[in-house]
């Protein structure tokens, strides 16, 4: 599990710059956010879990009603260049928020690289900092693990694991997380396409 963490946390560090050079944004990921948007109240509280450089959910929101969340040094560094948002260092499993303190939360392309392990921890933690009622829209796949040792051609390894689908919405029911919504977005970065789940919190 540590290992994984590891692996994941130094390709992001090492590949910042180069990630965001390469990264753009999906027009269909960019629709989810806007119909999250506009089920939320006119100033909601945000949360987005592995913000990266502040790209995607983060531009979606007001700098002062949304926190972002990533454990890459590097990340967080262009972060803070381009967003006056609240910006903290963190895991995806041990959130340091209090319980209900927001409306949605958000993860594009971060629970991805959990061990599969600890997906469970990450989806109780979510449904904690929720208020009642609230979102989670966020990206996961389907029965896969592994690594590539040259990702993005960068001689950098990175780490992805997740369960069957099945198992994530079960395990997604069991924190009080009920999807109600679901759509494929077609990768940035190659030919593939995410499921992105939404659920509602409902404790």
Do not use: K
């Amino acid at each position: 599990m540590d290992e994984q963490r590891t692996t994941v946390q130094s390709g992001y560090d090492a590949m910042a710059d180069s990630y965001d050079d390469q990264r753009t944004a999906a027009p269909s990921a960019n629709e989810g956010l806007v119909a999250l948007r506009e089920s939320l109240s006119e100033q909601p509280r945000v949360l987005d879990l592995g913000c990266g450089a502040a790209e995607g959910p983060l531009q979606f929101f007001p700098d002062e009603r949304v926190v972002g969340l990533d454990f890459s040094t590097e990340q967080l560094r262009l972060a803070r260049e381009r967003t006056e948002a609240g910006l903290v260092a963190g895991e995806l499993t041990a959130l340091p928020f209090a319980a209900d303190s927001f409306d949605a939360v958000t993860a594009f392309y971060s629970v991805i690289h959990l061990p599969v392990e600890t997906h469970r921890d990450c989806y109780e933690e979510v449904a904690r900092v929720l208020a009642p009622g609230g979102e989670f829209l966020f990206s996961i796949g389907d029965d896969w693990a592994g690594e590539n040792d040259d990702w993005l051609d960068s001689d950098e390894q990175m780490a992805w694991s997740f369960p069957p689908m099945a198992e994530t919405e079960r395990l997604l029911e069991a924190a009080g997380l009920s999807v109600f919504d679901r759509y494929g977005v077609r990768s940035e970065m190659d030919d593939g396409e995410w499921p992105f789940l939404r659920c509602r919190n409902t404790p």
